[in-house]
C-alpha cells in the first residue's frame, strides 16, 4: 500500500501586509525522508515551517499532513499530535534539571507513569544525555541543550518532526553530533523536515533538498536525481612528483573540461565529461607515458557547485 506523502502544499502563501512571505508553494516529502530547505535570510523558510506546524494560518492555499488537510482555524489536534516542531527560538528553563524538564512537557502530552518515565529514559538515550538527567539546564553546551529541545519535541512519538535552523550557532562536533541522532530519528520512522541558510549543514544527510528563494520554492528533487543531473564528473590524480607536467598533459585531453591544482593536497581535481571506459581510457594512458601516479579516483561534486551551476548563487 502506498502511503500518502507525509507533506503536501498546493498553492500555499502567506502575505504579511503587502509583503509576501510564502508564494505559491507546492511541496510534496514523502515518508522517511529529510527534506532539507535551504535558502538566504528571509527567503521565507521560517514562515513555511510555521505553517506546516500549524504555528501560522496560510493566506492562501492548503497543507495536508499525512494525507488529512488542515482546515483554516479549525485546530486539529489529531495532525498536531503527528507534528514535532523545534523553533528557532524555543526558550529552555536554565533552573531546571534535565528530566524535570521533560517530565513537564511529557505531562502535557498526557503521559503518566511508568510509561512517561519509560519514555523520558529512551528520549534521553537518544539524544545521548542519560547522564545528564540530575544536571541543571544552565550546565549543559550549547550542543547538549539542542539536543535536550531536540527530546522535548520527539516526546510524544511524532511522526514528522519539523526543524528549524537547529543547528546554527553549534560547533562542528555539536553538529555532527545532532545531525546523527537525526540520521538515528529517520531510521526509526520519523520523517524530517529541516531548514538551514548553510548548504553544508544539509548535503551530507538530507534524502531530499529545497531552495526557497524570496517566497518561492524554487527547486525540489531527490538528492540523488540533483547529483545525476549534472553530467561531468569530478577525477582526482596525483603523483609523487611535480604536478605541472601531468596538468599539461591533462589539458590536452579530449573530456578534460578543467583541471584545478590543489597544491596544499598535491593534487588535480580535474572535471571529465567522458563514460567510464573513457576513465579507465585515460588512467592506462596516464600510466603508459610514465606519470607516477600515486593516487586515481573519482569524487563527488559538491552540491554547491551543483548548485552555482544551475545558476542558484545565494545557497549559503
Ligand atoms: N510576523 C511577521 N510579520 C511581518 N513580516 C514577517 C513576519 N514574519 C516574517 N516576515 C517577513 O517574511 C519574510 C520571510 O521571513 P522568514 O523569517 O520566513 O524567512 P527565513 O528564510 O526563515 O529567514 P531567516 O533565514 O533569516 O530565518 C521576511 O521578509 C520577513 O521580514
Redesign the pocket.
Known sequence: MTHPPVIATQQLTKQ??D?I?VNQVDLQVQQGEIYGLI??????????IRMLATAEEPTLGSIAIAGQTLIQNQPNPDIKRRIGFLP?DFPLYDDLLVWDYLEYFARLYYLQEPDLSNRLKEVLALVDLDNKRHSPISTLSRGMKQRLSLARTIIHKPTLLLLD?PVSGLDPVARVQFRQTLKTLQQQGLTIFI?S?ILSDLEDFCTSIGI?QM?QLVESSELRALYNRDQTQQLIISTVTDLAPVETFLQDHAFVHECKVLPDKHQIAVTFSGTDDDIVALLRSLISHNFPIIDFHRTQESLEDIFIKMGYRQTS
Do not use: I, V
Request: hydrophobic share 25%; charged share 15%.
Open positions: 504579511f501586509g509583503s512571505a535558502g538566504p535570510n528571509g527567503a521565507g523558510k521560517t514562515t513555511l528557532d535552523e531548514s541558510h526557497m517566497g
